[in-house]
C-alpha cells in the first residue's frame, strides 16, 4: 500500500480532475495520507509584467489559491481526515517532484494534459522522469 499519496490538482482546469480525486479518495480511504497540491506557475513575460504588479502580489495570490484549492478539494473529499493542502508558486514539474521528495511520497497522481499531438504535456513527462517514486497519470 502507498503510505503518502500526492495528487496533483490544475486549478485553472477543474473539472479535468474528477477520474484523479475518485482514484486519490480510494487511496485515503484505504488509510493513505492524501496531499493535494496545486502549482502556481510564474508570471510570464518575467520582471517586466511583474514590475506592474502589488508587492505583495505573490502572497495574495498564494493565499486566493490555497483557499481556492481547500474548497475544491473539500467538496470532493468530505469526510475524509487525512487530507492536507498545499500551494505552490514556481515551474509545475519541479514543485512537484520537490514536495514529493520532502514529503517521502509514495505516489503521485496527475492527470494528461490531453494534447493535440502527445500522450500527456511536458509538466507530466517531467514530473515521470524526474520523480523517485511511482506515478499514476488518468485521462
Known sequence: MFKKVLLAIDLADKEAHDKAFTV???????????YV???????????????FLPPD????LLEQAHAAL??????????????????AHGKVYEKITDIANELHI????????????RAF???????VRNSDCSVIILR
Open 24 to 34: 486519490a479518495r480510494q487511496y485515503a480511504e484505504a488509510g493513505s495520507e492524501l
Open 57 to 60: 502580489y505573490d502572497k495574495h
Open 106 to 117: 509514495d505516489l503521485i497522481i496527475t492527470m494528461a494534459s490531453m494534447q493535440k499531438h
Open 70 to 87: 481547500c474548497a475544491f478539494s473539500d467538496s470532493k473529499l468530505a469526510g475524509l481526515q487525512n487530507v492536507h493542502h498545499m500551494v
Open 121 to 127: 504535456g511536458p509538466n507530466v513527462a517531467r514530473i
Open 37 to 51: 497540491v496545486s502549482v502556481i506557475p510564474p508570471v510570464e513575460g518575467g520582471g517586466f509584467v511583474q514590475s
